[in-house]
Every structure is written in C-alpha cells, then in structure tokens.
C-alpha cells in the first residue's frame, strides 16, 4: 500500500499511479465518461458464469484485486475472487469464495451479491448482500485475497448496500446501508451507522431519502466514499420506476467529514444513467450500478467500476474536481 497522503488536489488519499484511465472525449459535456472498450468484463469469462457485475476493485501489491458478483449459471449468485495487472482484463476464480467462520452458524452460505471491499488500517474487508433468511449485510476480512474470514452480519434482515467508511470516524468504524424487504424493495433510504469493533452495530442515523425522477423510488450508496477537502464524495445509485420496471442510474453527494449524515450537496441530475446497449439490454434492463472506485489523490482521477444490465462490467472515468463542481452546481439541497 502507498502512503497516506494530503496533497493540494481535493483527494485525500493515497497514489495509484498505474490506476486504469482514458481521457474525456473530445466534445463529450458529461462529467462521467465511460472506457471506450466497455464492458471490460464480459458476462461469460468463466465457463459456468451467466454474469459478471456489480463487483469491487481495489489496488493490491502494485496490481488489482477484488471480489466479483459471479451469477452461475444455475443463477446462484456467488462472490469470486479477481486479479488483475492492469485493472483491464481480469482473471476471475472460477470458484466462489469459500468463507470460514468457528461458528456454523455464521459460516453458512446461501447466497451473496453487490460486494464492496476497502482497506482499514490493517486488512481488507469486504461487505456484500448477504442471504441469512433473507438478505442482509455481510462482512468478512481478508489481507490476500485467498483466506476470507466471515464475521458477525452488521444489521438485521432485511438491507443491502452495506458501504463502509474508508477509516474510522471518531474512534468507530463506520456504514452506509439501505434498509429493504425481501423482494424487490419498492423503497429505500440510506443510513449511517457506526460500531466499535465491527461486531456492533448503531448510532443509526438517516442520512438521505428517495427525491425525484431518476432517484424516486429508492437510492443506495455505491462505491466506497471518497475522502475530499469538500467532504466524504459519495456515488449513489438511484431508481426510477417506469412504466417497464426500475430503471437503475447514478449521482453523487458530498457528506459532512465528520458527520457524515449531514448532507452538504447532492446531485439533482444523474452523473450517468443506461444509455449504451449493454446497460440497455441484459438480464435486467436499464441497470448501471456502481459498487467500486479507484482514486488517484495526486491527479484527482476517478475510475468506477459499475455492473451494466445485470450482465456485465464496464469502467467509467471521472476527475474529482470537476464532480465536485458539478455536484455543487448541480445540487437539490
Ligand atoms: C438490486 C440489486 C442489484 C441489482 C439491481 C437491479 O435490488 O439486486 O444487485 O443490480 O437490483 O436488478
């Protein structure tokens, strides 16, 4: 890992110097652009994948990591391991992750999916949409992507998008979640709570509702927050309700830096919304969904991994300052 540092762009964080990257279109006006070679990850890399998506990526040892949503071909939703040297093309494990726990009942599995991973001071930990009588909030740990310690679920059933804070916020780890039902939840809000060991759970506090058009149905918190001298650059996703069904696009908010409940700004427009025909067409139409960023404090660029129509993964570029300033001047609040 590199070194915390504080420079004089808004980031604060660390380098990732060989971090995936195109630049802007000439003549695109948009504030997110997506890899002219997207999807990067087709839906059929492993021999019994019926889709690979909503997965998160990290740096790690020079290279790139992450756990993948591998949907099998049974239509299991699984988590899988990835590497990859150029955080491009990618080796996934063509066999899901395999949890350990001392306890049974902890160590069961049915089902996981939408995974995001972060490094907090000493070790990786990954949180997903865990199944335990109906979908909740998993954690686990991991220093090398092979061992993969399953702890206690964060929350009750039922929720999903559990985001964790990339550090501690006043001695306590912290989360964003979306409280949800069993189904296809026809609501949702994001939530923040905050633990002492990442065993416990509380200090709930609401941070965001649905609003309008593209994020009126329900929102959900999506990469990792981002560390800004503007405050914690959240990318969310929101939902629309059409006349065919959700319709899955994002935006972004700054969040207080030490409270983060407090809403700053928060994007009235979407940042990006399905438009290219593999977030159109898929197993679920008119889905993008964000669950990963890599940052690059020094030169503020932002790459975000997003799944595309339930099927497959693209890349989107972004540069801090200039999302930064579309969110403020863009902003409902
Ligand atoms: C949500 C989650 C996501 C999925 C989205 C669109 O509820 O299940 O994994 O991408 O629906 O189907």
């Not at 804070?165 to 709570?193: C, E, Q, V, W």
């Not at 065919?244 to 908010?253: E, I, K, L, T």
């Not at 207080?256 to 159109?280: A, H, M, N």
Request: glycine content about 8%; some cysteine; charged content about 20%.
């Amino acid at each position: 890992m590199s070194c915390t540092t504080l420079l004089s762009s808004a980031i604060i964080g660390t380098s990732i110097p060989n971090m995936p990257w195109e630049d802007k279109p000439m003549g695109y006006s948009g504030v997110v652009w997506r890899y002219s070679q997207n999807p990067v990850i087709p839906r059929n890399l492993n021999p019994d994948s019926n889709s690979i998506f909503n997965s998160a990526v990290v740096p790690f040892n020079g290279e790139f990591a992450g756990v993948f949503r591998c949907d099998d071909t049974r239509r299991m939703q699984q988590l899988h391991v990835g590497r990859s040297k150029d955080g491009i093309n990618w080796w996934i494990d063509p066999q899901r992750i395999r949890f350990y726990s001392d306890d049974p009942e902890i160590a069961r599995w049915e089902y996981g999916y939408d995974p995001r991973v972060v490094w907090i001071e000493d070790r990786f930990y990954l949180t997903w949409c865990n199944g335990y009588h109906g979908p909740t909030i998993g954690v686990a740990w991991t220093k090398d992507f092979e061992t993969f310690h399953k702890m206690e679920n964060a929350l009750l059933p039922f929720n999903r998008n559990g985001v964790l804070f990339p550090r501690k916020l006043g001695g306590k780890y912290a989360m964003l979640s979306r409280p949800s039902d069993n189904g296809h939840t026809p609501f949702g809000d994001i939530f923040y709570s905050e633990s002492p060991d990442m065993e416990h759970w509380g200090h709930h506090r609401h941070v965001m509702s649905p609003s309008i058009g593209w994020q009126a149905t329900k929102i959900g918190a999506g990469p990792i927050p981002i560390e800004t001298t503007e405050g914690w650059l959240l990318i969310y996703h929101g939902v629309l309700t059409s006349c065919n069904g959700f319709v899955y696009s994002a935006g972004a908010a700054l969040l207080d830096l030490d409270e983060p409940w407090k809403v700053i700004y928060r994007t009235e427009p979407y940042i990006i919304s399905p438009q290219e025909l593999y977030e159109c067409v898929g197993d679920v139409p008119n889905v993008v969904f964000p669950c990963a960023s890599l940052v690059d404090a020094p030169s503020g660029r932002i790459a975000i991994y997003y799944g595309c129509a339930d099927t497959v993964t693209g890349l989107a570029f972004a540069h801090v300052d200039e999302l930064i300033d579309f969110v403020k001047a863009n902003s409902q609040i």
